[in-house]
């Protein structure tokens, strides 16, 4: 089945450090990548939508300028949380969608908690 | 405006059935989903209903009637490995993902 390898899977930094995050889709080609951040005890929120080769679409109240998105090929997707500070202490999350289409609207990767300090 | 309604809690005994319902208002709709997602953990995909009806996978079940807006995931069997957060979703018409809060299931022996 369709794999979505979301690295790294923990991180710990200092206040005032940018993290990235990766995203690959494995065997299949996403077209479509989609970056997701959850609170405890809270639903998914979704940050943006991520297309190869334009730029992400930013829900509304998310920073574009502090989230970087990155869609350079079919299979990647990066997310880069720039200068981070405790409140973006949080589990990041990516999913992608297979351009074949396959039944399932999206395949997430297995995560990422972040902690700020 | 768009949104998913699911009860925040629910608990159950092992061995027994469980339903959790969900009700949806979207923009257009392509299809209701069903996730489950341990504690730290992504989630993972459970079912997917696009036409009224029943559809069975094991253990789970997944219901959706569109003319009420509404869809559930009837569990059976329960196990203790269960418990988790289940999680409704609404394809709406620019097929994006509307997400419910989720369900916290219990699983008491």
């Known amino acids: 089945g369709a794999v979505v390898s979301q690295h790294p899977s923990r991180v710990i930094c200092k206040s005032g450090t940018s993290v990235k995050i990766e995203c690959r889709s494995l065997d299949f080609q996403a077209t479509t990548m989609f970056w997701y951040r959850q609170f405890p005890k809270q639903s998914l929120m979704l940050m943006a939508t991520?297309?190869?080769?334009?730029?992400?679409?930013?829900e509304q109240g998310v920073e574009k300028d502090k989230f970087l998105i990155n869609h350079a090929s079919l299979t990647l997707s990066t997310l880069t949380v720039t200068s981070a500070h405790p409140e973006d202490s949080s589990f990041y999350i990516c999913s992608a969608r297979d351009a074949t289409g396959d039944g399932q609207p999206q395949h997430f990767g297995d995560g990422t908690r972040l902690s700020i300090l | 405006g768009q949104n998913i309604d699911q009860p925040t809690e629910m608990t159950a005994t092992e061995g027994a059935i469980v339903q959790i319902n969900c009700t949806y208002q979207?923009?257009?709709?392509?299809?209701l989903f069903w996730y489950q997602q341990h504690a730290g953990e992504a989630p993972t995909f459970l079912s997917y209903n696009v036409l009224d009806g029943l559809e069975e996978k094991g253990r789970f079940s997944s219901f959706l009637s569109r003319s009420k807006g509404y869809s559930y995931l009837l569990l059976k069997e329960l196990q203790m490995k269960d418990s988790a957060s289940y999680l409704c979703a609404a394809m709406d018409s620019n097929y994006q993902l509307i997400w419910g809060a989720g369900t916290k299931l219990i699983i008491k022996p």
């Open positions: 991520s297309n190869e080769g334009s730029k992400a679409t930013y």
């Open positions: 979207t923009s257009g709709f392509n299809g």
